[in-house]
Every structure is written in C-alpha cells, then in structure tokens.
C-alpha cells in the first residue's frame, strides 16, 4: 500500500533533520550517505555513529566471530 510508506519516510526524515543538525550537515546529504546508492567516507560514517550514540545514550560494540 503507498500511503503505508509516507510515516516511515516522514520519520526518517526528521529524524535525519535532528541529525543533521548535530553534525553541521543537511539532512539530504545525509540521506543520500545512507542510500543505497550511498558510500559514506569512514570518518563521516564514525562521526554520526558517535553522534548518535551521545544523543540516544547508547554504546555500539562490534565483536568478531569466526567465519562459518
């Protein structure tokens, strides 16, 4: 259904906005960097995963695993 879409979007979009703001960029560039079609730059990656951890109090850890 189309119409189911828009609220997922319209979400994202704020939420992308409040995002953008804490990192001094516009909400379409950082849109964009999350595409599909997207290639963030490391550093630009690792600053919004920081940013984002600060804003939602949060702590991402990354653990290997041995290869199945």
Request: charged share 20%; proline share 6%; hydrophobic share 45%.
């Amino acid at each position: 259904m189309p119409g189911s879409i828009i609220p997922g979007r319209t979400g994202g979009l704020v939420r992308c906005a409040a995002l953008g703001r804490a990192l001094s960029k516009s909400p379409r560039s950082l849109m964009r960097m999350l595409s599909t079609e997207g290639n963030p730059q490391a550093r630009n990656l690792f600053e919004m995963l920081a940013t984002l951890q600060k804003i939602e109090g949060s702590r991402l850890e990354v653990h290997a695993a041995a290869a199945a």
